[in-house]
């Protein structure tokens, strides 16, 4: 099963909150997200944004130039209904962030919870670092949460990679500064906790 098929079946059959990396709201990316972007004219890439309630948060705070992208359309779809009127607000992408062709420095801010350790090929995660040293502009923010060290080894049935903050920097390379890094334990719809690690860099 590929990647897309992979998903498009997940989200056909589970409920928004069903899934174990669902949150109400995503406070830690939502705060990391408004210091790297003081002006609400800022452009923001949501990676993975599928049917995550990040979008809903940001339009409440004032953001004008909000891109979506996810492998999935069934979950943009999702997304599109629940947000309403507030959907023709948002620039969807239904693409594989590995394959998808970007806009060259479009966006001042890229955000990635629980994409990159789905990676598991070295060629996958080149892939995507050249997609986001291609489309954020120098100066830009990139903000990307994995399992952490102590977080699963699988989920959604797929292998994942867990990263320590050192381990994620370095696939990102030498032209992404590493401002800061924080460990978070989710606390999944079903009880269970899991470790995520974020990194925050900017593109040189």
Same mark, same amino acid.
């Given at each position: ?66 891109? @979506? ?43 990635? =919870? ?10 996958? /995660?080149?892939?995507?670092? =050249? ?5 954020? /502009? ?5 903000? @990307? ?9 699988? %989920? ?5 990679? =867990? ?13 992404? =500064? ?20 974020? %990194?925050?860099?900017? @593109?040189?």
């Amino acid at each position: 099963m590929d990647t897309k098929t992979h998903w498009e079946k997940v989200y056909t059959t589970k409920a928004p909150d069903a899934v174990s990396w669902y949150r109400p709201h995503l406070e830690t990316s939502l705060a990391l997200i408004v210091r790297a972007a003081d002006a609400r004219t800022a452009s923001i890439i949501d990676i993975g944004g599928g049917e995550s309630t990040l979008v809903d948060d940001l339009l409440a705070r004032g953001y004008e130039n909000i891109t @979506v992208l996810d492998v999935s359309q069934t979950a943009i779809d999702v997304t599109k209904r629940r947000l309403g009127l507030a959907a023709e607000l948002i620039h969807w992408l239904a693409a594989d962030i590995t394959e998808a062709e970007l806009e060259p420095g479009a966006y001042d801010v890229w955000h990635d =919870r629980a994409v990159f350790h789905f990676l598991t090929a070295s060629e996958q /995660r080149i892939a995507y670092v =050249r997609n986001v040293a291609h489309a954020v /502009r120098p100066g830009g923010h990139v903000i @990307v949460s994995t399992f952490g060290p102590e977080g699963p080894t699988k %989920c959604s049935g797929l292998d994942v990679v =867990r990263y320590d903050a050192e381990s994620l920097h370095d696939q990102f390379g030498v032209r992404f =500064r590493l401002v800061e890094s924080s460990k978070e334990l989710h606390r999944t719809p079903f009880g269970t906790t899991q470790q995520f690690l974020f %990194c925050y860099c900017k @593109v040189e």
